[in-house]
């Protein structure tokens, strides 16, 4: 277990470069970087508040982002892109930021939130397989896209829609 001891907080402006440069090194290539500057971009998906950083020393090493997205006409959330310097993974910074995204997005009276990445990971903070609700994604619907109630009520159904930048 991590002896580290996780802070997390809101991103500010003076970590977005910190924050783009976080994402290029955890996946080791551009793309989650654009997907993440087209998201910040998009005044649709884009949630002021609900963009997390885990820090050490004040210093984010982990970033979970939570932007608007549909199932149907309902708004929902997308968890995504989470990332972490290599340095720091498997130490508990992602899961700390994730679940300060969370906790802020039920106290904001969001009611679910959608995620599609490692389908090992995801169901320790509640996820589970988003086609088990009846939310479809228009081109994956494996056990990668998963789905997660804030509030507890049921799940929206139908086809997740994210928003067109992204």
């Given at each position: 277990m991590?002896?580290?001891?996780?802070k997390t907080?809101?991103?500010?402006?003076?970590d977005?470069?910190t924050?783009?440069?976080?994402?290029r090194q955890?996946?080791?290539?551009?793309?989650?970087v654009d997907?993440l500057d087209?998201l910040?971009?998009?005044?649709?998906?884009?949630?002021?508040g609900?963009?997390?950083?885990?820090?050490?020393e004040d210093?984010p090493v982990?970033?979970?982002?939570l932007?608007?997205?549909?199932?149907?006409?309902t708004?929902?959330l997308s968890?995504?892109?989470?990332?972490?310097?290599?340095a720091y993974?498997?130490?508990?910074?992602?899961?700390?930021?994730?679940?300060a995204a969370?906790?802020?997005?039920r106290?904001?009276?969001?009611?679910s939130?959608?995620?599609?990445?490692?389908?090992?990971?995801?169901?320790?903070?509640?996820?589970?397989r988003?086609?088990?609700?009846?939310i479809?994604h228009?081109?994956?619907?494996?056990?990668?896209l998963m789905?997660?109630?804030?509030?507890?009520?049921?799940?929206p159904?139908?086809?997740?829609?994210?928003?067109?930048?992204?």
């Amino acid at each position: 277990m991590s002896s580290i001891t996780w802070k997390t907080r809101a991103e500010t402006s003076a970590d977005i470069g910190t924050i783009r440069e976080v994402t290029r090194q955890a996946f080791g290539r551009q793309f989650e970087v654009d997907v993440l500057d087209a998201l910040r971009a998009d005044p649709v998906a884009w949630l002021d508040g609900l963009s997390f950083v885990a820090t050490v020393e004040d210093r984010p090493v982990a970033h979970a982002l939570l932007t608007r997205c549909h199932v149907g006409d309902t708004p929902i959330l997308s968890l995504g892109p989470v990332s972490v310097l290599p340095a720091y993974q498997r130490q508990g910074g992602g899961g700390a930021a994730i679940r300060a995204a969370l906790v802020t997005a039920r106290e904001l009276g969001e009611q679910s939130v959608v995620v599609l990445g490692h389908a090992e990971y995801y169901p320790r903070f509640g996820f589970r397989r988003a086609i088990m609700f009846g939310i479809r994604h228009p081109h994956f619907d494996g056990p990668n896209l998963m789905a997660l109630s804030l509030t507890g009520e049921p799940l929206p159904v139908g086809e997740l829609r994210y928003p067109v930048n992204a």
